[in-house]
Protein backbone atom coordinates (compact mmCIF):
# COMPACT_ATOMS: atom_id res chain seq x y z
CA UNK A 1 0.00 0.00 0.00
CA UNK A 2 2.95 2.18 0.70
CA UNK A 3 4.36 1.38 -2.45
CA UNK A 4 1.13 2.45 -4.49
CA UNK A 5 1.05 5.53 -3.07
CA UNK A 6 4.31 6.55 -3.44
CA UNK A 7 4.34 5.48 -6.83
CA UNK A 8 1.46 7.84 -7.49
CA UNK A 9 3.16 10.96 -5.96
CA UNK A 10 5.81 10.35 -8.85
CA UNK A 11 3.28 10.12 -11.26
CA UNK A 12 2.08 13.35 -10.46
CA UNK A 13 5.22 15.09 -10.03
CA UNK A 14 6.07 13.74 -13.48
CA UNK A 15 2.76 15.47 -14.74
CA UNK A 16 3.06 18.59 -13.18
CA UNK A 17 6.33 18.76 -14.80
CA UNK A 18 5.13 17.99 -18.35
CA UNK A 19 2.56 20.56 -17.94
CA UNK A 20 5.46 23.26 -16.90
CA UNK A 21 7.36 21.98 -19.97
CA UNK A 22 4.26 22.33 -22.31
CA UNK A 23 3.73 25.52 -21.03
CA UNK A 24 7.08 27.73 -21.38
CA UNK A 25 6.50 25.65 -25.40
CA UNK A 26 3.06 27.86 -25.64
CA UNK A 27 5.01 31.13 -25.14
CA UNK A 28 8.02 30.31 -27.05
CA UNK A 29 5.63 29.45 -29.83
CA UNK A 30 3.52 32.44 -29.44
CA UNK A 31 6.39 34.71 -29.47
CA UNK A 32 7.68 33.47 -32.90
CA UNK A 33 4.57 33.77 -34.40
CA UNK A 34 3.79 37.60 -32.99
CA UNK A 35 7.45 38.12 -34.74
CA UNK A 36 6.16 36.57 -37.73
CA UNK A 37 3.34 38.89 -37.82
CA UNK A 38 5.33 41.90 -37.37
CA UNK A 39 8.03 40.96 -40.50
CA UNK A 40 5.42 40.13 -42.76
CA UNK A 41 1.83 41.25 -44.07
CA UNK A 42 -0.35 40.76 -47.26
CA UNK A 43 -2.51 42.89 -48.75
CA UNK A 44 -4.97 42.91 -51.55
CA UNK A 45 -4.91 46.19 -54.10
CA UNK A 46 -7.95 46.26 -56.13
CA UNK A 47 -6.46 49.09 -57.82
CA UNK A 48 -3.96 47.55 -59.52
CA UNK A 49 -5.63 44.30 -59.45
CA UNK A 50 -2.71 42.99 -57.29
CA UNK A 51 -1.88 41.15 -53.87
CA UNK A 52 0.78 42.84 -51.75
CA UNK A 53 2.96 40.70 -49.80
CA UNK A 54 5.71 42.29 -47.90
CA UNK A 55 8.37 41.18 -46.19
CA UNK A 56 10.93 43.17 -43.26
CA UNK A 57 14.49 42.35 -43.13
CA UNK A 58 17.30 44.15 -40.61
CA UNK A 59 20.71 44.52 -40.72
CA UNK A 60 23.10 45.64 -38.35
CA UNK A 61 26.29 46.82 -38.82
CA UNK A 62 28.73 45.87 -42.06
CA UNK A 63 31.49 42.85 -43.00
CA UNK A 64 34.00 45.74 -43.66
CA UNK A 65 35.85 46.93 -40.54
CA UNK A 66 35.81 50.69 -41.06
CA UNK A 67 32.81 51.35 -42.74
CA UNK A 68 30.15 54.42 -41.88
CA UNK A 69 27.18 52.06 -41.56
CA UNK A 70 25.29 51.88 -38.44
CA UNK A 71 22.04 49.77 -39.62
CA UNK A 72 19.86 48.69 -42.51
CA UNK A 73 16.60 48.37 -42.84
CA UNK A 74 14.95 46.37 -45.75
CA UNK A 75 11.42 45.57 -47.28
CA UNK A 76 10.69 43.51 -50.08
CA UNK A 77 7.47 43.98 -51.89
CA UNK A 78 6.03 40.65 -53.61
CA UNK A 79 3.34 42.00 -56.27
CA UNK A 80 0.84 39.41 -57.63
CA UNK A 81 -1.94 40.62 -60.47
CA UNK A 82 -4.41 38.23 -61.56
CA UNK A 83 -3.33 37.23 -64.41
CA UNK A 84 -0.52 35.52 -62.55
CA UNK A 85 2.43 38.15 -63.23
CA UNK A 86 4.48 38.88 -60.36
CA UNK A 87 6.80 41.53 -59.47
CA UNK A 88 9.59 42.11 -57.09
CA UNK A 89 10.90 45.30 -55.29
CA UNK A 90 13.28 46.16 -52.95
CA UNK A 91 12.96 49.59 -50.59
CA UNK A 92 16.60 49.87 -47.92
CA UNK A 93 16.30 52.59 -45.56
CA UNK A 94 20.36 53.02 -44.49
CA UNK A 95 21.81 54.44 -41.51
CA UNK A 96 24.95 56.09 -42.02
CA UNK A 97 27.17 58.90 -40.47
CA UNK A 98 26.51 62.33 -41.24
CA UNK A 99 29.93 62.23 -43.35
CA UNK A 100 29.61 59.46 -45.78
CA UNK A 101 29.32 60.14 -49.35
CA UNK A 102 25.81 59.89 -51.85
CA UNK A 103 25.75 55.78 -52.72
CA UNK A 104 26.67 55.03 -55.96
CA UNK A 105 23.73 54.41 -58.72
CA UNK A 106 24.50 50.81 -58.92
CA UNK A 107 24.72 48.29 -55.75
CA UNK A 108 25.55 44.17 -56.17
CA UNK A 109 23.51 41.13 -54.68
CA UNK A 110 26.48 38.95 -54.26
CA UNK A 111 25.80 34.97 -54.21
CA UNK A 112 27.80 32.36 -52.23
CA UNK A 113 30.54 34.59 -52.30
CA UNK A 114 31.40 34.33 -56.18
CA UNK A 115 28.30 35.22 -57.83
CA UNK A 116 27.86 38.99 -58.73
CA UNK A 117 24.43 40.40 -59.86
CA UNK A 118 24.61 44.21 -60.94
CA UNK A 119 21.23 46.05 -59.76
CA UNK A 120 20.61 49.78 -60.97
CA UNK A 121 18.69 51.77 -58.13
CA UNK A 122 15.42 53.46 -59.12
CA UNK A 123 15.57 55.77 -56.75
CA UNK A 124 18.01 57.54 -53.91
CA UNK A 125 17.42 60.40 -51.42
CA UNK A 126 19.04 61.24 -48.44
CA UNK A 127 18.54 63.68 -45.55
CA UNK A 128 20.15 64.48 -42.16
CA UNK A 129 18.49 62.86 -38.53
CA UNK A 130 19.01 63.84 -34.99
CA UNK A 131 18.91 61.55 -31.87
CA UNK A 132 19.15 62.53 -28.55
CA UNK A 133 20.29 60.78 -25.71
CA UNK A 134 20.88 60.87 -21.98
CA UNK A 135 24.45 60.61 -20.74
CA UNK A 136 24.06 59.81 -17.72
CA UNK A 137 21.43 58.32 -15.29
CA UNK A 138 20.47 61.31 -13.62
CA UNK A 139 19.55 64.77 -15.33
CA UNK A 140 21.37 67.97 -14.52
CA UNK A 141 19.43 71.50 -14.64
CA UNK A 142 22.38 74.56 -15.07
CA UNK A 143 21.70 78.17 -14.43
CA UNK A 144 23.37 80.53 -17.27
CA UNK A 145 22.90 84.14 -17.57
CA UNK A 146 22.45 85.95 -20.72
CA UNK A 147 23.41 89.50 -22.45
CA UNK A 148 20.64 91.11 -20.71
CA UNK A 149 21.47 89.50 -17.02
CA UNK A 150 18.49 86.93 -17.57
CA UNK A 151 18.70 83.86 -15.69
CA UNK A 152 18.23 80.77 -18.31
CA UNK A 153 17.80 77.38 -16.81
CA UNK A 154 19.83 74.51 -19.31
CA UNK A 155 19.56 71.02 -19.18
CA UNK A 156 22.69 69.08 -19.80
CA UNK A 157 23.82 65.60 -19.69
CA UNK A 158 22.23 65.01 -22.99
CA UNK A 159 24.12 64.36 -25.88
CA UNK A 160 23.20 64.79 -29.48
CA UNK A 161 23.94 62.71 -32.76
CA UNK A 162 23.70 63.53 -35.99
CA UNK A 163 23.04 61.02 -38.75
CA UNK A 164 22.53 60.28 -42.34
CA UNK A 165 19.25 58.96 -43.65
CA UNK A 166 19.80 57.13 -47.20
CA UNK A 167 16.59 55.60 -48.77
CA UNK A 168 16.93 53.80 -51.89
CA UNK A 169 14.65 51.44 -54.06
CA UNK A 170 15.48 48.84 -57.23
CA UNK A 171 13.28 46.28 -58.89
CA UNK A 172 14.94 42.39 -59.11
CA UNK A 173 14.27 40.78 -62.33
CA UNK A 174 13.08 37.20 -62.52
CA UNK A 175 16.56 35.50 -63.44
CA UNK A 176 18.28 37.25 -60.27
CA UNK A 177 15.23 35.80 -58.37
CA UNK A 178 15.67 32.42 -59.86
CA UNK A 179 19.43 32.46 -59.01
CA UNK A 180 18.47 33.92 -55.25
CA UNK A 181 15.77 31.08 -54.40
CA UNK A 182 19.06 28.24 -54.74
CA UNK A 183 21.88 30.38 -53.24
CA UNK A 184 22.62 29.52 -49.53
CA UNK A 185 24.45 32.98 -48.76
CA UNK A 186 23.20 36.39 -49.87
CA UNK A 187 24.87 39.62 -49.52
CA UNK A 188 24.25 43.20 -50.36
CA UNK A 189 27.23 45.77 -51.80
CA UNK A 190 26.91 49.26 -51.85
CA UNK A 191 29.61 51.86 -52.69
CA UNK A 192 29.50 55.48 -51.18
CA UNK A 193 32.57 57.16 -52.26
CA UNK A 194 35.90 55.41 -51.01
CA UNK A 195 33.83 53.25 -48.67
CA UNK A 196 32.37 49.66 -49.35
CA UNK A 197 28.81 48.58 -46.79
CA UNK A 198 28.38 45.01 -47.39
CA UNK A 199 25.41 43.37 -45.70
CA UNK A 200 25.00 39.36 -44.95
CA UNK A 201 21.70 37.98 -44.62
CA UNK A 202 21.33 35.16 -41.52
CA UNK A 203 20.41 31.88 -43.17
CA UNK A 204 16.75 32.44 -40.90
CA UNK A 205 16.57 35.42 -43.30
CA UNK A 206 17.50 33.35 -46.28
CA UNK A 207 14.86 30.67 -45.43
CA UNK A 208 12.12 33.59 -44.82
CA UNK A 209 13.39 34.97 -48.56
CA UNK A 210 12.72 32.14 -49.86
CA UNK A 211 9.18 31.06 -48.78
CA UNK A 212 8.49 34.50 -50.00
CA UNK A 213 9.78 34.21 -53.29
CA UNK A 214 7.82 30.45 -53.85
CA UNK A 215 4.60 32.25 -52.34
CA UNK A 216 2.10 32.36 -54.33
CA UNK A 217 -0.91 29.38 -55.39
CA UNK A 218 -3.97 29.39 -57.94
CA UNK A 219 -6.10 30.36 -55.07
CA UNK A 220 -4.82 33.25 -55.01
CA UNK A 221 -5.43 34.72 -58.10
CA UNK A 222 -8.75 33.19 -58.43
CA UNK A 223 -9.58 34.77 -55.46
CA UNK A 224 -8.19 37.96 -57.07
CA UNK A 225 -10.30 37.81 -59.92
CA UNK A 226 -13.53 37.12 -57.67
CA UNK A 227 -12.30 40.73 -55.81
CA UNK A 228 -12.07 42.44 -58.72
CA UNK A 229 -15.02 41.29 -60.61
CA UNK A 230 -17.26 42.19 -57.11
CA UNK A 231 -15.41 45.90 -57.11
CA UNK A 232 -16.91 46.00 -61.29
Known amino acids: MKFYIRKRKITM ?3 YQLIAFFTVLLFIFQGCFITNITNSSEEEDIVKSAK ?16 PLYSVHQTILKEITFEGDV ?19 TMYIILNKDEILPVELEYQESENSTSISKKEESIKEESIT ?8 VIT ?8 IVKVSYYID ?16 YYAGPDMITTRMS ?3 IRRLKRL ?7 DIKRLKRLLNQSR
Open 13 to 15: KKI
Open 52 to 67: RIKEEFSYRNALERRS
Open 87 to 105: SYKFFDVLRLEKEAYRLEN
Open 146 to 153: TLDSTEVS
Open 157 to 164: DYKQHIFK
Open 174 to 189: NEYIDRMRSAKDIYFR
Open 203 to 205: HYD
Open 213 to 219: LTRMSHY
